[in-house]
């Protein structure tokens, strides 16, 4: 979690787009506000290590198991912690599904165990994985590993941001490219085209960056 209130975020955001009287605001706090939280999920959808919860959570009976509630992406999973939650127990390694299948090819209806040995990750399903050997019906164990979390939407402009103070700029430059994209002033699609880019060039994601912008596009739709 970040330290930097979103009432500065927005002070800057307001200069940028000569929103500064406050007789006549066009956009209100909790409107910038609502594009800041926007711009967490942006950030965290494109960099899942933007926001990271590392908490031991109980699996499923079986081999099939889902990532703990809240969160968007599994990151690894590293270690067993008992059937209470709170026992440090051995590490956990991770194995390709297909390599798995050649060694051991009756691993789904193996034995099952609450210490987990191995875990299968497929990256096109990422709130789900398989581990092996298979978690009992009853009395199943802990794991413990770092999952990237949805932020929590920032309720008040005196609240810090949810996600590291790293990212301040890039909600900065995405709440900008939000307002200027709604705007019709005949600058407005450049501007909210630098704002974008900026935005994806500062976490690292220079494949979405696009060549031209329209308000019709989906971010990262280059022309």
């Known amino acids: 979690m970040g330290t930097i209130l979103a009432s500065s975020i927005i002070s800057d955001i307001?200069?940028?787009?000569?929103?500064?009287?406050?007789?006549?605001?066009?956009?209100?706090?909790?409107?910038?506000?609502?594009?800041?939280?926007?711009?967490?999920?942006?950030?965290?959808?494109?960099?899942?290590?933007?926001?990271?919860?590392?908490d031991p959570w109980k699996l499923s009976a079986g081999?099939?198991?889902t990532i703990p509630a809240g969160c968007i992406e599994l990151i690894?999973?590293?270690?067993?912690?008992?059937?209470?939650?709170?026992?440090?127990?051995?590490?956990?390694?991770?194995?390709e599904k297909e390599e798995l299948d050649l060694l051991k090819p009756d691993w789904p209806t193996d034995t099952a165990s609450a210490t987990v040995q191995l875990y299968m990750f497929n990256d096109k399903d990422p709130t789900h994985f398989y581990v092996y050997p298979p978690q009992p019906s009853s009395s199943q164990g802990y794991v413990r590993g770092p999952c990237s979390k949805s932020p929590t939407d920032i309720a008040t402009t005196a609240t810090a941001i949810s996600i590291d103070d790293i990212f301040q700029s890039p909600l900065y430059h995405h709440a900008c490219f939000q307002i200027y994209s709604m705007e019709t002033d005949a600058y407005a699609p450049q501007k909210a085209l630098a704002h974008y880019n900026a935005c994806v060039t500062e976490i690292g994601r220079k494949d979405l960056i696009m060549k031209s912008y329209s308000p019709n596009q989906k971010p990262g739709q280059g022309a």
Do not use: C, W
């Not at 409107?31 to 590392?54: C, D, G, S, T, Y």
């Open 14 to 54: 307001r200069i940028d787009t000569l929103d500064e009287d406050a007789s006549n605001y066009r956009l209100t706090d909790l409107e910038i506000l609502k594009m800041i939280n926007n711009a967490q999920r942006f950030v965290v959808q494109h960099v899942p290590k933007a926001n990271v919860v590392n």
């Open 63 to 65: 081999i099939l198991q």
């Open 76 to 95: 690894s999973v590293d270690f067993n912690m008992g059937t209470d939650g709170t026992t440090q127990g051995a590490p956990i390694r991770i194995i």
